[in-house]
């Protein structure tokens, strides 16, 4: 059974930079047909690619966060890292981890797994 699990701070200061953690249960997050994403839904608003890593080590970025986004992973523990600089009030939402089927991918149908999702609040 594939897992997802985000973890990290539910609670940033303005300007800080954001870290979350992807934990991948039942698969390696190195096979080659996954896309594993960070996506987001800020509140009232449509979900959000963010961007991905693929098994292979490719990343990809949503071009207007290319600037304030890093992607990264350690194989050794199966997991896959967001970091989100310069935070604001802006980048408040869920923010989701999946392993998707291909890039800019926001709905269920275009990924096999999801993550339950954290709730990120920015606040000084």
């Known amino acids: 059974q594939v897992q997802l699990q985000e973890s990290g701070p539910g609670l940033v200061k303005p300007s800080q930079t954001l870290s979350l953690t992807c934990t991948v249960s039942?698969?390696?997050?190195?096979?080659?047909?996954?896309?594993w994403s960070w996506i987001r839904q800020p509140p009232g608003k449509n979900m959000e690619w963010m961007g991905a890593?693929?098994?292979?080590?490719?990343?990809y970025y949503r071009p207007s966060l290319k600037s304030r986004t890093s992607i990264s992973r350690d194989t050794s523990m199966n997991q896959f890292t967001l970091q989100l600089t310069s935070m604001t009030p802006e980048d408040a939402a869920v923010y989701y981890c999946i392993a998707a089927k291909g890039l800019d991918a926001t709905s269920k149908d275009e990924a096999y797994y999801w993550g339950q999702g954290t709730q990120v609040t920015i606040s000084s």
């Open positions: 890593i693929t098994g292979s080590g490719s990343i």
């Open positions: 039942g698969v390696s997050i190195t096979a080659d047909y996954y896309y």
